[in-house]
């Protein structure tokens, strides 16, 4: 079984900073990508930013040039970094991967429990 869990979401000014942590843990050969999603009040899930096992990013319009996605793949954990927070970043934040758990077994689709960020002044 494997498992994500998130933290470092909270109550942030607007303009401030957060740094999200999302840890894998489990019967892990590979774990590729590793993905952020949000969801905010009444609004569907959106995906805000993904990283490859190699580097390689990906970042939703809304978030680009104030967020950076990395990755340490010794930890197996993903990061999130938020700066320049708006109130329209408000949501619960989901960490999500696609995890194989042996060289011989599919890859499975997996999500944290999320962490709630709040821009508000």
Do not use: H
């Amino acid at each position: 079984q494997v498992q994500l869990v998130e933290s470092g979401g909270g109550l942030v000014q607007p303009g401030g900073s957060l740094r999200l942590s999302c840890a894998a843990s489990g019967s892990i050969f590979s774990i590729n990508p590793m993905r952020w999603y949000r969801q905010a009040p009444g609004k569907e899930r959106e995906l805000v930013a993904s990283i490859t096992g190699g580097g390689s990013t990906n970042y939703a319009d809304s978030v680009k040039g104030r967020f950076t996605i990395s990755r340490d793949n010794a930890k197996k954990t993903v990061y999130l970094q938020m700066n320049s927070l708006k109130p329209e970043d408000t949501a619960v934040y989901y960490c999500n991967a696609d995890v194989q758990a042996t060289m011989l077994t599919i890859w499975m689709n997996y999500w944290g429990q999320g962490t709630q960020v709040t821009v508000s002044s």
